[in-house]
Structure formats: structure tokens, C-alpha cells
């Protein structure tokens, strides 16, 4: 079974520049997270879709963070523009419901780097 | 709401020694605890779940055992590998929904 894929795996830009990034889920799975992981702590849950719609949204910065899963399967995740404190490991999750009877599978992470 | 807090790390063994982390959760109910370990380069995986207390979780030689009495999910393993050098973190469920994490502890192991 191919677990869930990332790309790019690193990415380095300037302050105020933009950044996307993308996830393909494990197939089938109906929820899919995004994370937001700084040097030293644990993920910090960004958003979260159901199918294409979106559940949790609470903790995105929607001035400058946007996150998009058309057709209920792949998803982008955009910055513009990024700052500094941006930079951190982005990581998609992906399971096939929500809460804690379905373990999440993670995929590698986007690295990103803001200079 | 729900929360988790865990040993700080780094947490250094040498090869073939016991480990324990520690991990104590506050919680409504009895919800499922987890440990995710995040080897390096790569994505959390989950390692092992207990789903009501008194139940142990185990997996590639690790072990927690859900403890009401103690709100705690504490990490073990007997005798550790090179291989086992990760960050390794506590999480349980939030609302219905939501998974949330503890700040991660950074485990080295010394040949």
C-alpha cells in the first residue's frame, strides 16, 4: 500500500515570497490534515479536510495561509507571503475517519525554510 | 480539554539499555492514548495505541500501559538499538476529531 506522498521535500525562499505545497492521501482515506511542525515541538494541527470540505480551519493564519483538497483527494497548501517564523516542516496526514479510532499515517514532510 | 505532556529530551542510552519516557495526560473520560515515533528524515508513524485503561500497547519491543490511576501512558522498552534514535511523542484525542501531540522527546542511542 504507497503511504502518503509530499513534494517538495525541501524548499528555501525569501521573506514575502509564496510557497505551495502538496499532499496525495492514501486512497480511500476520507480525512486529511495538515501540520505545521517547528524545530523542537510537536506537529501543530493547521487544518483539516472531510472528503473535499473543510472541518477545522481554526488554528490557520487565513491571512497569509490557504489550503485547498478539490475532488476530495489531493491537497495544496499555499503561503503568500511567508515570513520567517514560517519556516518549519509542513506535514500531510491522512486517515480514513476522523478521531482517535483511526490511526494517521503521515507522509515525509516539505521542510521550508524562510530567509 | 485535553492535553499531554511528556519528558523533555534529548535522551541519551547506550546500546542494549532500558528506556523509559515518561508521558501523563489530562483527559474527559477515557480517551485512546498513542505514541508516534518520527525517525529521521521521515513522517510520524504510529507505534503503538491502548484504547481503554489498563490496556498495554505494544510494538517492535515497545510497551505502554494505559493508567487511570496515574493519568499516565509511559513508554518502555528493555533494551534499546542504534536503530530506535528517533522523536518519539505522546498524543491523544481532542473532541471528536482531533489528535493532539505532545512537544516530542528526542531520543539518541550510543552504540
Known amino acids: 500500500e504507497a503511504g502518503v506522498a509530499q513534494s517538495p521535500r525541501y524548499k528555501i525562499i525569501e521573506k514575502r515570497q509564496s510557497v505551495a505545497f502538496w499532499c496525495n492521501p492514501i486512497?480511500?482515506?476520507?480525512?486529511l490534515y495538515w501540520y505545521q511542525q517547528i524545530l523542537g515541538q510537536g506537529p501543530k494541527l493547521l487544518i483539516q479536510?472531510?472528503?473535499?470540505?473543510?472541518?477545522?480551519d481554526s488554528q490557520l493564519p487565513k491571512d497569509r495561509f490557504s489550503a485547498e483538497r478539490l475532488k476530495g483527494v489531493d491537497s495544496t497548501l499555499k503561503i503568500q507571503p511567508a515570513k520567517l517564523e514560517d519556516s518549519a516542516v509542513y506535514l500531510c496526514?491522512?486517515?480514513?475517519?476522523?478521531?482517535?479510532?483511526?490511526?494517521?499515517?503521515f507522509g515525509p514532510g516539505t521542510r521550508l525554510t524562510v530567509l | 480539554g485535553n492535553s499531554v505532556t511528556q519528558m523533555e529530551g534529548p535522551v541519551t542510552l547506550s546500546e542494549e539499555a532500558f528506556l523509559t519516557i515518561n508521558c501523563t495526560y489530562t483527559?474527559?473520560?477515557?480517551?485512546?492514548l498513542f505514541w508516534y515515533v518520527q525517525y529521521p528524515g521521515e513522517g510520524l508513524q504510529l507505534l503503538l495505541k491502548?484504547?481503554?485503561?489498563?490496556d498495554k500497547g505494544s510494538n517492535k519491543g515497545f510497551e505502554a500501559t494505559y493508567r487511570k490511576e496515574t493519568t499516565s501512558f509511559h513508554l518502555e522498552k528493555g533494551s534499546v538499538q542504534v536503530s530506535d534514535s528517533a522523536v518519539y511523542f505522546c498524543?491523544?484525542?481532542?473532541?471528536?476529531?482531533?489528535?493532539?501531540f505532545g512537544k516530542g522527546t528526542r531520543l539518541h542511542i550510543l552504540p
Open positions: 496526514a491522512s486517515s480514513l475517519g476522523s478521531g482517535g479510532a483511526y490511526p494517521q499515517y
Open positions: 486512497s480511500g482515506h476520507a480525512t
Open positions: 479536510f472531510q472528503n473535499n470540505g473543510v472541518v477545522d
Open positions: 483527559a474527559t473520560g477515557y480517551p485512546s
Open positions: 491502548a484504547t481503554k485503561a489498563d
Open positions: 498524543a491523544l484525542p481532542k473532541g471528536d476529531d482531533k489528535i493532539i
